[in-house]
């Protein structure tokens, strides 16, 4: 099959929307499909050879966020292009409602068009304000996708119609299979081989005391590291020697401003990190913290601290409590409460029997996340237009001939 995959946001600042498509089409590749995506990227961008760059993105506020997208008139003649060299049998677009490629492609687009809506907002004036507009492009996709039923409320609250929930999806051997780095380890050493406890005692690297992760943007307030700095100081008052590990693009210095200069030193800033170093620090932690505080539809970086067998604490967003099954795979506190992060932190810290459960529960609860599962089912979908398109058009051809009098072959 031949699948083209539309990118919203520019493929050069990492995101989840990025991430969930380029796995997609790598996962399509690897059963034999021929795959390209379009995405906006700077000149200078490394692409793989399956991406096709629809040029540089501007910055526009977002859903809570500021999101690189690209539209335009010189935009929309890359997109008829890329249309018509590809030839697809489906068109799979993401995000089709924000002013990006995918709308432009779902304009210019002719045959099966699959689209996923991975926003969560349910108070969108703007998506409503926009609807007249939205309309005629929406009303060509043949089947749609959300990442989550908040995702899908969304949808059906703004722009009408519904749509399949197939969540988005994590290659869980990798993260699983990671192997630790001690330097980002405790002593405690849980959850690991008798030979890699032993190390400690030889010089192997990790330090006293317990190791907190986060992941995300350091300078975009919904990601939550405001809250987790607030929570740090009680933490730290209890366990002295815990560490937090936070890996992400943004202001250091900004980030740890109201923190109490004697405790900055617990804090260590890892930067940017590579797939597979973000693969061995959520392997690595006691605890991988998540304080988002909205605009969550999903919540990828759970399945993946999940996957690598961390134990998660999670702020209680609708979508995050769905992903932790409602608080069985890993445990949640109240969204912005700093006071309530630091006591659940304290209490999972103090309590290796229950990391342990969260550890087992969680390698046990991704599986459904996998993309052996997810793909078949986005692949399921694929089939089901596609196989409709053909039934369409052979009746077309058969009413044709009947009209005029035309024999089969």
Sequence with gaps: MRIGIVCPYSWDVPGGVQFHIRDLAEYFIRLGH??????????DTPLPPYVVSAGRAVPVPYNGSVARLNFGFLSAARVRRWLHDGAFDVIHIHEPAS???GLLACWAAQGPIVATFHTSNPRSRAMVAAYAILQAALEKISARIAVSEYARRTLVEHLGGDAVVIPNGVDVDFFAEAEPRPEWQSGGGEGQSEEARSSVEGGGGRRAGETIGFIGRIDEPRKGLPVLMKALPKILAARPQTRLLVAGRGDEAEAVRTLPAELRSRVEFLGMISDEDKARLLRSVDLYVAP????ESF???LVEAMSAGAPVLASDLDAFAQVLDQGAAGELFANEDA???????LRL??????RAELRARGSAHVRRFDWSTVGADILSVYETVTDGTAAVATDERTGLRARFGLARG
């Design 99 to 101: 002013p990006s490629l």
């Design 339 to 345: 006071e309530a992060l630091a006591d659940a932190a």
């Design 299 to 301: 919540g990828i970086i």
């Design 349 to 354: 810290l103090g309590d290796p029997e229950r």
């Design 34 to 43: 021929e795959v390209s995506v379009l995405a906006p990227a700077d000149d």
């Design 292 to 295: 988002n505080t909205g605009g």
